[in-house]
Antibody, heavy 121, light 107 residues
């Protein structure tokens, strides 16, 4: 069974930085695009960013563009989200999820369990 | 950005009921629409992709239809394990966007 496990969440002060990780197992990580999606408490899902299978291209939501950076290390089967200049409104559970136009038509078919990020002074 | 709206935002139904949720896109997205189910405290689960393709392992009481800007998710006979929040998502263009969700509750 394909598996994604996020880590790195925690409590951080506004303006500070945090890096999330997402470790993949039981599938060919290097074949898939990877995404970050977040969900604030009691709210809906918000897509944040995607990185291509080879790391050469990425896209961001306007809400995080210029503050967050998505990256990956295929040798470590790990996805990252570097979050800078954090704001209280970034408080949410952060999920990683995979996608591929060659598999499930680019829908998000495997999700991690999420990691909680709280931005508060 | 493509805005997705869902209706209703909340519905109360009984076991065995037929339930339909509608998702409308602010512009055409071909058939690049997915449906996810999310239970409290859990990650979303892919139910349907490409508008109507059932994800492996998802019961056949779930079905999807539509194209262009209007899509529906139907549960033919609601079961106890179906009480959850359902989200539509377009993956036709960036940024990917989700609908606001429809919470299905027990009547």
């Amino acid at each position: 069974q394909e598996h994604l496990v996020e880590s790195g969440g925690g409590v951080v002060q506004p303006g500070r930085s945090l890096r999330l990780s997402c470790e993949a197992s039981k599938f060919r990580f290097k074949d898939y695009g990877m995404n970050w999606v977040r969900q604030a408490a009691g709210k809906g899902l918000e897509w944040l960013a995607i990185i291509s299978y080879d790391g050469r291209s990425n896209y961001y939501a306007d809400s995080v563009k210029g503050r967050f950076t998505i990256s990956r290390d295929n040798s470590k089967r790990t996805l990252y989200l570097q979050m800078n200049s954090l704001r209280p409104e970034d408080t949410a559970v952060y999920f990683c999820t995979r996608s591929s136009p060659l598999d499930h038509d680019d829908a998000f078919d495997v999700w991690g369990q999420g990691t909680m990020v709280t931005v508060s002074s | 950005d493509i805005l997705l709206t869902q209706s209703p935002s909340f519905l109360s139904a009984s076991i065995g009921d037929r339930v339909t949720i509608t998702c409308r896109a602010s512009q055409g997205i071909s058939r690049h629409l997915a449906w996810y189910q999310q239970k409290q405290g859990k990650a979303p689960k892919l139910l349907i992709y490409t508008t109507s393709t059932l994800q492996s392992g998802v019961p056949s009481r779930f079905s999807g239809s539509g194209s262009g800007t209007e899509f529906t998710l139907t549960i033919s006979s609601l079961q106890p394990e179906d009480f959850a929040t359902y989200y539509c998502q377009q993956y036709n263009v960036y940024p990917r966007t989700f609908g606001p969700g429809t919470k299905v509750d027990i009547k």
